[in-house]
């Protein structure tokens, strides 16, 4: 199934440049006609679509993804800056044509303005195609600057959270990690909402502790206990492996990376709102002087840039 699938994505590539071939040679020859120009574009539109998939060559870079926000240094603005995180990269996948579902998600303090609560963490499923690639780069510290909508002196407040990247993975061929059911510990418990509202009255939501490596992974998205726990044991895989892949220093390395805390001096990207406004990544030296529409989820540049590096 998977070497069909890896056959089909090869043949449609090859497709795709034979196409852009063929349209390029229909261009030459219609230099000279009226309206060219508009073909001219949508050639270049087509090249540059190609051109970032050649950067996208990973092992895991065709798949989907599991991204994790956790809320850093920053108290209630750093569980809000969570919540916004969240909704952008929504937003991003929506723009993408990739589905989403909120896997697991841990609130924060209630009683925020305008009813606003907060996010601890919250793991996300994304699934399209190079969901993985697109988003890959994500991973690290986000760092907020803004007036803080729960100062009652409207200070400016700088809040930060973590963004980490897995690929979802089924099935590693040839892989000798497998999961002992005797190391995991496992909770069932109701999948609550906001304010201690259930969404169901069954312990349908499931925690697995894998006791050998003290991760611990959870999904309560499903009304199903067996569905929840297929989920999150695909996520401890993702887990497991990148951590085995990373001790050995071998192709999953930049997954996730070193360990870093989501604090001052970790960032990757910084979203300032006030005194002025600008979201500026720090490994490309991108710019948007419109961090309202970024935050809306148009991430394109940052992420075309970030996938070259």
Known sequence: ?????????????????????????????????????????????????????????????????????????????????????????????????????????????????????????????????????????????HRLVRISPFSSQKLRHTSFALVELLPEIQRVEGSEIKINPEDLKI???????????????????????????GIVVACQSERNQGVNREKATKILLAKLIQMEEEKTKKELKEIKGKQISASWGNQIRSYVLHPYKLVKDLRTDVESSNPDAVLDGDLEQFIEAEIKI
Not at 33 to 62: A, C, N, W
Not at 95 to 117: H, W, Y
Not at 190 to 203: I, L
């Open 1 to 141: 199934m998977r070497v069909n699938q890896e056959l089909d994505d090869l043949k449609e590539e090859i497709s795709g440049f034979e196409k852009l071939k063929n349209d390029l040679d229909a261009i030459k020859e219609l230099s000279q006609e009226p309206g060219v120009e508009k073909e001219i574009e949508k050639l270049e539109k087509e090249l540059k679509k190609l051109e970032t998939q050649v950067f996208l060559s990973g092992k895991y870079d065709r798949g989907n993804a599991i991204l994790t926000i956790y809320s850093g240094a920053g108290g209630q603005d750093a569980q809000d800056w969570a919540t916004m995180l969240l909704r952008m990269y929504e937003r991003y996948c929506s723009f993408k044509g990739f589905k989403t579902e909120i896997l697991s998600q841990s609130f924060g303090e209630s009683g925020g303005p305008e009813g606003r609560i907060g996010t601890k963490s919250v793991t996300l499923e994304i699934k399209g195609k190079y969901a993985f690639g697109f988003l890959k780069k994500e991973n690290g510290v």
């Open 187 to 213: 909770d069932y418990y109701r999948a609550s909402g906001p304010g201690g509202q259930y969404v169901n009255k069954r312990e349908t939501a499931v925690r697995l502790t894998h006791l050998p490596s």
